[in-house]
Nanobody
Framework: QVQLVESGGGLVQAGGSLRLSCAGSGRTFGNYAMGWFRQGLGKEREFVAA????????LYADSAKGRFTISRGIAASTVYLQINSLKPEDTAIYYC????????????????WGQGTQVTVSS
């Protein structure tokens, strides 16, 4: 069993930055690839970025390239999502999730999910 807890969301002005964190626990957490998804109000949840178990490989949605950076802590128990130059359209609930497969972009490929953290970007 893997437990995930996100933090770091909040209200920020456009152009600002945030770093979201996802703390993982469970005996096998370090074996999982991790992903970040987001869901805006009235929208479907969408893939943002993924990182493999070692932190050595990352994958981004086209919409996330250039402003988003996914990383994994040294102990691999925490995954981060750095978001720069925030835009109002980045407003969403951001979720982290764990998958046995690196490179998974579909929700169905992720077995464990956190509760989400709200990011609100004001113009």
């Amino acid at each position: 069993q893997v437990q995930l807890v996100e933090s770091g969301g909040g209200l920020v002005q456009a152009g600002g930055s945030l770093r979201l964190s996802c703390a993982g626990s469970g005996r096998t957490f370090g074996n999982y690839a991790m992903g970040w998804f987001r869901q805006g109000l009235g929208k479907e949840r969408e893939f943002v970025a993924a990182i493999n178990w070692s932190g050595g490989s990352a994958l981004y949605a086209d919409s996330a390239k250039g402003r988003f950076t996914i990383s994994r802590g040294i102990a691999a128990s925490t995954v981060y999502l750095q978001i720069n130059s925030l835009k109002p359209e980045d407003t969403a609930i951001y979720y982290c999730a764990a998958s046995r497969t690196f490179g998974a972009t579909s929700e169905s490929q992720y077995a464990y999910w956190g509760q989400g953290t709200q990011v609100t970007v004001s113009s």
